[in-house]
């Protein structure tokens, strides 16, 4: 039984935070704005992203297993989109949001570029495209 406004509160919040943490990883974050601007195979997002086949296809699957993205097969390889048209909205109202806030996200001593995004987690980056992971 949940006692307190502060619990319930935690309770209700808890899909969007995770919604938010899912698209926290810059590789995952690179790849959801990838396919937010059309569907694409494996391979594809290799080769546009810089990033090694083998965090690709984990990504995918962690997207997938959130519900975010969807894969149907093409020959022999799988061609994956976003299952939420929603998500590119919430992208280009992120982008307005840094656009409106200029540094001040990346100055944040928390979570921007001068600090840490948390324990153990690796700093922010001002750039969206992630290369070399």
């Given at each position: ?118 324990p153990g987690a690796r ?8 290369s070399g992971e």
């Amino acid at each position: 039984m949940i006692t307190s406004d502060t619990e319930l509160q935690r309770v209700e919040l808890a899909p969007a935070v995770a919604l938010f943490r899912s698209l926290a990883d810059p590789a995952r974050l690179a790849i959801v704005r990838r396919l937010a601007g059309g569907q694409a195979r494996v391979v594809d997002l290799v080769g546009e992203l810089g990033l090694a086949q083998a965090t690709v296809s984990a990504h995918l699957a962690c997207l997938r297993e959130c519900g975010l993205v969807a894969s149907r097969p093409v020959g022999r390889a799988s061609l994956f989109r976003l299952t939420r048209p929603e998500l590119g909205e919430l992208l280009a109202a992120a982008e307005a949001v840094l656009a409106a806030t200029g540094s001040a996200v990346a100055l944040c001593p928390a979570w921007g570029t001068a600090g840490s995004a948390g324990p153990g987690a690796r700093p922010a980056r001002k750039d969206w495209k992630v290369s070399g992971e």
